[in-house]
C-alpha cells in the first residue's frame, strides 16, 4: 500500500526521473558505441585506424564543452526546454554521423552529438537533484546505473551491424601486404557499401529522439501550469521565499573542489579499467585470449552498473556511512588484491577487477548526493563537478595505455595511484562535509522550483 500510494503521490516526479534515465542511458550507450564499431567505421571513411581513433577523443572534447555550456545556460532557460533540444539534437547528429563517407564530416557531427550529451549529462543530474532534493542520493544511483546498462546493451546493438572479422592468411588474394612483416599494410576486402554499423547508431539516435518527444510535452506542461501559477500568485500576492544559506563561499567551494576531484579519480579508474582491461588481460603475464580479456571487461562493467541494486535496497537498512566504508574498502581491497599479482594470477586478476567494479559503483554518485544535503546544486555548480570527471575520462586513459604498452605492471600501479587518491578524497569529502558544513539544506528550495512551479507544488497549493 505505501509503494502504491508512494507512486501515486509522486507520479510526475517519477516520470520526469525515468525520462532522465533514459536520457543517461543513451550517453552511455554513445560512449561504448564509438568503441565498438571503429573497426567497421574505418572501412566507411576509408582512413587508417590511427585516425579514425580520433573520433573518441573529438567527442569526449565536445562533451567537456557541453558541460562547460551547461552551467552558464541552465538558469536562463527551462530545464524541460534544454532537454527537449538537447536530445533532439543528440539523436540526428549521432544517428546520422556514420552516413558520410568523409572523416571531417563524421568528426563535425560527432562533436556536435558530444556538446549535446555533455550538456544533457549535467542537466539530467541537475534535474534528479532538484527533482528529490535530500533524497537524491539513491536516485543518482539508479541515474548513473543506466549509464553502465546503456554500455552494457551497446556492444549487443552492435553486433548484427558489425562485418565479419576478415580473412588474415597470407595466400588470399583479397589482402596486400607490405614487404615487411613486422608492419603489414592489410587492404580491406571490404568497402564503404558493405558496412552497416550505421544503422546501429541509428538505433540510438532513434531513441533520443523519442526521448526529446517526451521532454517536449512535459515543457509545453509546464510552461501552461507556470503561467496559470504566475496569474494565483499575483492574485493573492504571494511572496515565493528565496533559499538562503548560512554556509559561507569559501566553505562551500572547498566541498565543491573535493567532490570535482572524486569525480575525477573515480571517472578516470572507471574508464581506465573499463576501456584498457581487456588489453591488459591480454598483454599481462598471464596472456589470456580476446575473448575471455572481453569477459573481464563484461564483468567490471557489470560489477560497476548493477551493485546498486543491492546498494540501494540496503540503505533503507544500514546506516549509508556503512555502506559507502565498506565500498572503500572494497576499493582499497581490490587494489591490494591487483597490486602487483594480477600481472601473473590470473584468480587476482579477476578478483581484483571485480572488487574495484563494486567498490567505485557507488562512491561518485554518493558523494554527489551528499553535496546536495548541504549546499544548493545549479547547473554552474554542477558543471564544475562534472568536467574534471570528464577530463579525466579522457586524459588518464591516454596515460594509462602508453604504461601498458611499455610495461603491464606499471599500468596496475598506475591503477593503484588513482584508487587510493580516489577513496583519500571521498573520505576527505564526507568528513569536510559532516564537520565543517554541518547543517544540510533539507528547509531550501531548489532556486528552479520557485519561479517555475513544478507541478507536484502547484498541486499542493
Known amino acids: 500500500m505505501k509503494i502504491i500510494r508512494f507512486i501515486s ?11 532522465a534515465y533514459f536520457a543517461y542511458f543513451c550517453i552511455g550507450s554513445a560512449t561504448t558505441l564509438l568503441g565498438s564499431s571503429l573497426l567497421d567505421l574505418q572501412i566507411r571513411l576509408n582512413v587508417d585506424f590511427a585516425k579514425v581513433s580520433y573520433l573518441i577523443p573529438f567527442r569526449s572534447a565536445g562533451h567537456i564543452l557541453g558541460s562547460a555550456l551547461a552551467g552558464l545556460i541552465e538558469q536562463r532557460f527551462n530545464r524541460s526546454l534544454l532537454l527537449w533540444i538537447i ?16 572523416f571531417e564530416f563524421t568528426s563535425i557531427f560527432l562533436v556536435i552529438a558530444g556538446v549535446a550529451h555533455g550538456m544533457s549529462d ?26 553502465g546498462i546503456g554500455s552494457l546493451i551497446t556492444p549487443v546493438i552492435c553486433r548484427p551491424f558489425l562485418l565479419p572479422e576478415e580473412s588474415l592468411e597470407p595466400d588470399s588474394s583479397s589482402l596486400i601486404t607490405a614487404n615487411t612483416t613486422a608492419n603489414p599494410v592489410i587492404v580491406s576486402i571490404y568497402t564503404a557499401k558493405d558496412v552497416m554499423i550505421q544503422y546501429a547508431f541509428v538505433i540510438i539516435g532513434l531513441l533520443s529522439v523519442i526521448v526529446s518527444f517526451f521532454y517536449a510535452c512535459i515543457y509545453f506542461r509546464e510552461r501552461s501550469i507556470t ?96 555502506l559507502l566504508a565498506l565500498s572503500l574498502f572494497l576499493t582499497l581491497l581490490g587494489v591490494v588484491v591487483s597490486v602487483p599479482w594480477a600481472n601473473s594470477n590470473e584468480a587476482c586478476l579477476w578478483a581484483g577487477f571485480t572488487l574495484v567494479g563494486l567498490g567505485i559503483s557507488t562512491i561518485f554518485s554518493s558523494s554527489y ?13 554542477s558543471s564544475m563537478i562534472f568536467i574534471p570527471g570528464v577530463v579525466g575520462e579522457s586524459f588518464h586513459p591516454a596515460i594509462a595505455a602508453t604504461l601498458l604498452a611499455n610495461s603491464p605492471i606499471l599500468f596496475l600501479y ?48
Not at 575473448?291 to 563484461?298: E, I, M, S, W
Not at 548526493?369 to 555548480?381: A, C, D, K, N
Open 227 to 322: 503561467e496559470y501559477s504566475k496569474k494565483e500568485v499575483n492574485a493573492v500576492n504571494i511572496q515565493v521565499p528565496q533559499p538562503s544559506s548560512q554556509i559561507s563561499p569559501w566553505k562551500k567551494y572547498i566541498a565543491i573542489f573535493l567532490a570535482a576531484v572524486v569525480a575525477h579519480f573515480c571517472y578516470s579508474l572507471e574508464s581506465v579499467l573499463g576501456s584498457l582491461g581487456a588489453s591488459f588481460s591480454v598483454k599481462s603475464d598471464i596472456h589470456m585470449d580476446k575473448k575471455t580479456g572481453v569477459l573481464l571487461a563484461t564483468v567490471f562493467w557489470s560489477c560497476f552498473s548493477f551493485y546498486r541494486l543491492i546498494f540501494i535496497p540496503l540503505t533503507f537498512i544500514v546506516a549509508e556511512t556503512k
Open 122 to 147: 549535467i542537466l539530467c543530474n541537475t534535474s534528479v537533484t532538484s527533482t528529490w532534493k535530500e533524497k537524491s542520493t539513491n536516485w543518482l544511483q539508479v541515474l548513473h546505473m543506466s549509464w
Open 414 to 461: 598506475y591503477n593503484a595511484a588513482l584508487g587510493v587518491v580516489l577513496v583519500i578524497s571521498f573520505l576527505a569529502l564526507m568528513i569536510y562535509c559532516k564537520t565543517v558544513l554541518k547543517t544540510p539544506t533539507v528547509h531550501l528550495a531548489h532556486p528552479s522550483i520557485g519561479p517555475r512551479f513544478s507541478t507536484l507544488s502547484v498541486s499542493h497549493h
Open 369 to 381: 548526493g551528499m553535496l546536495s544535503r548541504y549546499i544548493v546544486i545549479t547547473g554552474q555548480i
Open 87 to 102: 536530445n533532439l539534437i543528440s539523436g540526428i547528429f549521432l544517428g546520422a554521423a556514420p552516413f558520410f563517407t568523409k
Open 9 to 19: 503521490d509522486n507520479r510526475y516526479r517519477l516520470f520526469k526521473t525515468i525520462l
